[in-house]
């Protein structure tokens, strides 16, 4: 067995792995808006350290953690001022080591966690572009058989709604980054030729996914959601039905933590679609946290 934490910028994830079948044998997922208030104050607040904690504490009461064991943190920890200080509040409470990785080491970590979810599906993955949305990034991997190629971005879902005010800001901020998005894309296209899968993995793409089929925060199924394929019309449909709703009843369909942020993800995700150039992606609720666990494993073996 063995078990792979992912701290993000807005989610906190967790997995145990049997190394034998390499089957999830537990997982737990919790919003913890680890960036919230990043922009302004270039820090992660004490709020967010006890919401961390609080979460690791239930993660480990409800699905226990087998050693190996490693923890990691992403984007809002690299951004942030105080990260050592926050890594040692949590490691003092939790007794859990947290170590901060690179853009380069979140790249592999979630790029294995997407492999891991295609090959239940797809026998020819050795070619595919993946984009992780996260927080206070997006990382854009593109894999052609032995060669990998990854950018992170600062495009993140919370990152965006506290950086801008209006929704005319919010949408001429993320077109700004998406850009730069679309010319990584071209040039690797260019030079390596585009691929024919296109996967997304994150809270927004598997929200889509989730409203595509019916499914509520209660009724969320990762196993029905992963591997579910979605277009521009379930994007745009999925933003038509949530952007009706009050915050208390979105809430209700995305997740506590996730109401407010949740629009300017799926304006996010579908500039990412149209600057692919593809006309539907697949979505993957795998991610760093299986790509931490799997690593672990090979250790192991």
Not at 128 to 142: H, K, N, Q, R
Request: proline share 1%.
């Amino acid at each position: 067995m063995a078990t792979g934490i992912d701290i993000g910028s807005n989610s906190l994830r967790a997995v145990r792995l049997d190394c034998m079948s390499l089957k999830k044998v537990a997982e737990f997922e919790k919003v913890v808006r680890t960036a919230d208030g990043l922009s302004k104050s270039g820090k992660i607040s004490e709020a967010a350290i006890e919401r961390i904690v609080a979460a690791l504490l239930e993660a480990k009461e409800k699905i226990g953690f087998d050693l190996p064991l490693k923890a990691v943190a992403t984007a809002a920890f690299r951004k942030a001022l105080n990260a050592k200080e926050a890594v040692e509040q949590i490691q003092k409470a939790c007794n859990i080591r947290v170590d901060i990785i690179d853009e380069e080491q979140e790249c592999f970590y979630s790029l294995r966690g997407v492999e891991y979810a295609l090959a239940r599906e797809y026998t020819y993955r050795e070619k595919f572009v993946a984009i992780d949305i996260g927080g206070a990034s997006t990382e854009v991997m593109l894999k052609y058989k032995d060669r990998v190629l990854c950018q992170s971005f600062s495009l993140g879902i919370l990152t965006t709604i506290q950086k801008y005010k209006t929704k005319e800001q919010i949408l001429f901020g993320i077109k700004k980054e998406v850009a730069k998005i679309k010319e990584f894309l071209n040039d690797a296209y260019e030079i390596f030729g585009k691929p024919k899968i296109l996967a997304a993995t994150g809270g927004t793409p598997t929200t889509v996914a989730a409203v595509k089929l019916g499914l509520d925060a209660n009724s969320y199924s990762a196993q029905r959601v992963s591997l579910q394929k979605i277009d521009a019309k379930d994007i745009q449909r999925s933003w038509q039905i949530l952007s009706r709703l009050d915050s208390k009843k979105r809430a209700q369909i995305v997740g506590v933590g996730r109401e407010d942020a949740i629009l300017a993800g799926i304006v996010i995700l579908q500039e990412l679609l149209y600057c692919s150039g593809f006309k539907e992606m697949v979505v993957v609720d795998e991610g760093v946290r299986e790509g931490v666990a799997l690593s672990l494993c090979n250790k192991i073996g």
